[in-house]
Structures are given as C-alpha cells and as structure tokens.
C-alpha cells in the first residue's frame, strides 16, 4: 500500500493564486519526484530532487526535498486554468532499485 | 526523439482470460518499470526489468509476469485475470541503473477493463 501521505487531496483556488501541496513518509526517501497526471493520461515528470535540502525550480513551479529526507513540498505560483489535473508526489529508496513510491494525489481545480 | 510508448491504448477482457501488454522504452533507456493505477489512486509498483531480468518487485502475485527484449522493449502478462485487476497500467523507462539520476518517465498507459 502507500507509505506516503499527500495534502491536500483537492483543492480549488483562483486563477492567478499561489498552490501549496506537501507529502511527508514516516521513513527516508533518497529521492523526491513530482508528476502531473492529467486525465487518461501518463503522469509527466515536473520536478527531481536528489538531495536533501534541494530546492529546484522548473518556471512556475519550486519544489524542495526536505532536510529529514521525509518529506518535500510543490509550489506552484501564479496558476493558470492548464495547471489543472492530478500532481503526485513519489519517492524512492536507493535499497529498493527503481521502485518508486507514490502518494495519493493532489487533485487542483482553478476557477477562471 | 520519441518518448515511452504503450499499446493497445484500452483492451478488454473478461475474468480468467490472460493480457499482454507492450512497452518501448525511451530512446537511450534500457530500464522499463510497469505500475498498476487503480481509478482514484496513486500508482503501484509491479516489477522492474534491466538486462532482461526482472530486478525489482512489488507486492503482485504471480499471476503477474513481465519480460524484456533484447531491444529494452518490455511485455507485462496477466494471467487469470480477475475484476480488481481492471486499472490503467502505467509502463516508465529510466537509464541505466547505478549510472546517476534514475528518474523514471511514463508512457501514456493501457486502460483495461476486466468484464
């Protein structure tokens, strides 16, 4: 099942207004991915993180890996109505190969 | 430069049938990943294939089964397909393992349905 808790699960904002999201595990990730999945389709990768502390930006979008390797959190600033869809957070463990870890999703909705 | 491609795109089937579905990697990866998502939920992790052995594995039962080509290109079986194993299924390609950033990139899925 899933080691990685997500939040918020859903959330409306206003075009135009900063999103927050967050994923935190009881146990340490040596890497932190960030994917976009929008209906019916792969998710997209948005954002990697390798290290902790990292914080790394990909135009809109600030992602950071957390000190304690448990946790990470997305921004995205100034959202715009294609910002729409399902964003995943997923981690994963040197000592487990390329199993990645993924948590429930955060699904954004923006109001025009 | 193409990216990870799946097929069929949807397929359905009924309880007790057997599934394959098809993976090409993205050009220049030799590693292919297959995931399970369930309607609603977050992706889950079956097996991974490098070298054309299977090199990691989830928690699936045997009916669960893959294999990989000479060519990287990978096939996921279900054999005795049950109801719960209707789920869009997710094939992700990344580089050689222990070579740098293994960061995995997804293919498009196969939507099964299981009748």
């Known amino acids: 099942g899933q080691q990685l808790n997500q939040s918020p699960q859903s959330m409306f904002i206003q075009e135009g207004e900063d999103v927050s999201m967050n994923c935190t595990s009881s146990?340490?990730?040596?890497?932190w991915l960030w994917y976009k999945q929008d209906p019916g389709e792969g998710p997209v990768l948005l954002i990697a993180?390798?290290?902790?502390?990292e914080l790394t930006s990909n135009g809109r979008l600030t992602a950071q890996f957390g000190i304690t390797r448990k946790d990470s959190f997305l921004n995205i600033s100034a959202s715009i109505p294609s910002d729409v869809g399902i964003y995943f957070c997923?981690?994963?463990?040197?000592?487990?190969?390329?199993?990645?870890?993924f948590g429930q999703g955060t699904e954004l909705s923006v109001k025009p | 430069d193409a990216g990870v491609t799946q097929s069929p795109t949807h397929l359905i089937k009924t309880r007790g049938q057997q599934v394959t579905l098809r993976c090409s990697p993205k050009?220049?990866?030799?590693?292919v990943s297959w995931y399970q998502q369930a309607l609603g939920q977050g992706p889950q992790f079956i097996f991974q294939?490098?070298?054309?052995?299977?090199?990691q594995r989830g928690n699936f039962p045997d009916r669960f089964s893959g294999h990989q080509f000479p060519n990287y290109s990978s096939e996921l079986n279900v054999n005795a397909l049950l109801l719960g194993d209707s789920a869009l299924y997710l094939c992700?390609?990344?580089?050689?393992?222990?070579?740098?950033?293994?960061?995995?990139?997804f293919g498009p899925g196969t939507r099964l349905l299981v009748l």
């Open positions: 992700a390609s990344s580089p050689i393992p222990g070579q740098g950033e293994e960061t995995q990139y």
């Open positions: 146990s340490i990730f040596n890497t």
């Open positions: 993180l390798y290290k902790a502390g």
């Open positions: 997923a981690g994963q463990r040197y000592n487990q190969g390329g199993k990645l870890i």
């Open positions: 050009s220049g990866h030799d590693t």
């Open positions: 294939y490098y070298e054309e052995e299977e090199r």
